[in-house]
């Protein structure tokens, strides 16, 4: 059962043009397997290493695209790199990878969701984690769900919270766009569930 707490209501307004691309970071040519040793930094390996010993939760984060088909479509994506960012006003914000489906919806539609997603939801996370798929109509349709009154967006049932969110902001970082969005509205679940996390390459339970 959830119990919903709608945020103060902004003012209306289009969301923030998109922030400058960072200039890009040329690439050491590496024969073989060998790592990719980056001009400044450290190669991809070693920094796929060290971040994969942080935990992180997981979310599903949702959106309608009113112009796929005669009904629209919804499009969901997986994601770890989420985190609240203010509380005046309320923000958080998600990190995607640039000319996905995702950030391609996102950079029209203002309007999206965040499912907090809980221990016994991995087989979720990996559904909407799946690449090169054309479609994600298959992935919702038997998947429990609610459409949020403020984005549109569905809100899965069994997450230990759900978040509707109308961008703010979007910051092009390297090979990832940050977007920033302002919560309308949020739902909290009653049930004493764990949260999903990712570490280490894997999904886990928490306790």
Not at 44 to 56: I, K, N, P
């Amino acid at each position: 059962m959830f119990t919903k707490t709608p945020a103060a209501t902004p003012a209306a307004g289009s969301a923030a043009p998109a922030a400058p691309a960072a200039p890009a970071v040329s690439l050491a040519s590496v024969p073989g397997d060998a790592p990719i040793a980056h001009s400044v930094g450290v190669s991809d390996d070693e920094f796929r290493a060290a971040l994969s010993r942080l935990a992180a939760g997981v979310v599903l984060i949702t959106a309608h695209d009113p112009d796929a088909g005669p009904r629209g479509e919804d499009v969901g994506m997986t994601a770890t790199a989420f985190l609240s960012v203010s509380l005046e006003p309320p923000l958080v914000m998600v990190s995607v990878r640039n000319d996905s489906r995702m950030d391609d919806l996102l950079a029209q539609q203002p309007l999206w969701a965040v499912s907090v997603l809980s221990g016994h939801q991995r087989q979720v996370a990996g559904r909407f984690a799946m690449k090169g798929r054309i479609s994600d109509r298959l992935l919702f349709e038997d998947l429990p769900s609610v459409r949020g009154e403020a984005s549109g967006a569905p809100l899965i049932g069994g997450a230990l919270a759900t978040l509707e969110c109308r961008t703010e902001q979007r910051v092009v970082a390297g090979d990832h766009t940050l977007v920033i969005g302002r919560v309308l509205a949020t739902t909290t679940s009653d049930d004493d569930d764990g949260p999903l996390m990712y570490f280490r390459g894997k999904y886990r339970q928490l306790g």
